[in-house]
């Protein structure tokens, strides 16, 4: 049987306004982590939401403080997602690309931690560690020291419409496209009606870059979005099973969207292309 343990370990990061958080949101988790691990190269350990912060300035986008409870409500039984508010707090708008290499940092320093750790002393069953001041109690023969592994792979999550808004003018730096597919590389969850092949056939840096882009088939097809949640919530139309019960008890009990926050931001230019015209 082959071991986990010689596998690439692979963070997922996903970045976007979870306004609210869906089931599908946590699905593109789900479908990536199993498309990674099938390929016997990759370990998916991690899957982490980063909700963007109130200056991106999307129309309808509620506050960054309840997009991220409910992000925290939906994964609160997960054994593997969690939810980083670093992106969220900030008061001006963060790039992806700044995003990611916050989230490389972190890795990176808490791979060395550990290295650190478990460098110092020889570790016993249970976690315990013994110590090393009495020479006597080491044997003559040292066991074998397991492989020592870098920081796992920082890899952005996304659907393929998140893909071809690198094809939309001026969202993107095209400095910040070459970061994201070279530096990182991509898990895009694609559906039916989405050409994403196509789309990166016809983009030369994303062509540059194919082989770290990593195009998964959505095969149970499902068309749930935070759009269409938040048309259901204005029209009093009920919402469960589409979200996370937790999550729709959150927006029931602060009546969260409806069409005065729907109109939030309106008349708004988005953060990006408003930092493109400066």
């Given at each position: 049987m082959e071991n986990v343990e010689?596998?690439?370990?692979?963070?997922?990061?996903?970045?976007?306004?979870?306004?609210?958080?869906?089931?599908?949101?946590?699905?593109?988790?789900e479908l990536a982590k199993d498309y990674m691990?099938?390929?016997?190269?990759?370990?998916?350990?991690?899957?982490?939401?980063?909700?963007?912060?109130?200056?991106?300035?999307?129309?309808?986008?509620?506050?960054?403080h309840h997009r991220v409870v409910m992000a925290e409500l939906a994964t609160q039984t997960s054994k593997w997602l969690e939810v980083d508010t670093w992106e969220s707090l900030h008061k001006e708008w963060i790039e992806t690309a700044k995003v990611l290499s916050y989230h490389k940092q972190r890795l990176e320093a808490r791979s060395s931690d550990n290295s650190?750790?478990?460098?110092?002393?020889?570790?016993?069953?249970?976690?315990?560690?013994?110590?090393?001041?009495?020479?006597?109690?080491?044997?003559?023969?040292?066991?074998?020291?397991?492989?020592?592994?870098?920081?796992?792979?920082?890899?952005?999550l996304c659907g393929a419409d998140f893909l071809e808004s690198f094809g939309v003018p001026n969202l993107w730096k095209l400095e910040d496209i070459t970061t994201i597919v070279g530096n990182y590389g991509l898990v895009c969850i694609t559906r039916t009606g989405n050409n994403a092949e196509k789309f990166i056939y016809e983009s030369d840096i994303l062509w540059k870059h194919r082989n770290n882009i990593h195009l998964v088939?959505?095969?149970?097809?499902?068309?749930?979005?935070?759009?269409?949640?938040?048309?259901?919530?204005?029209?009093?139309?009920?919402?469960?099973?589409?979200?996370?019960?937790?999550?729709?008890?959150?927006?029931?009990?602060?009546?969260?969207?409806?069409?005065e926050s729907e109109d939030r931001n309106s008349g708004s230019i988005l953060a990006p292309l408003l930092k493109a015209k400066q």
């Open positions: 010689d596998r690439t370990e692979v963070v997922l990061l996903a970045c976007g306004s979870f306004n609210p958080i869906t089931n599908m949101h946590l699905r593109l988790f691990n099938a390929t016997g190269e990759y370990n998916v350990i991690r899957g982490i939401i980063s909700p963007v912060g109130d200056a991106y300035k999307k129309k309808g986008l509620i506050s960054a650190v750790r478990d460098s110092t002393s020889p570790a016993l069953p249970g976690g315990k560690r013994k110590r090393t001041g009495n020479s006597q109690e080491v044997s003559e023969k040292k066991p074998s020291s397991p492989k020592k592994k870098g920081p796992p792979q920082l890899k952005l088939n959505e095969w149970i097809t499902n068309d749930i979005s935070s759009t269409k949640i938040r048309r259901a919530l204005r029209r009093g139309q009920s919402i469960r099973y589409l979200v996370p019960d937790p999550v729709q008890q959150y927006i029931e009990k602060h009546n969260l969207y409806s069409s």
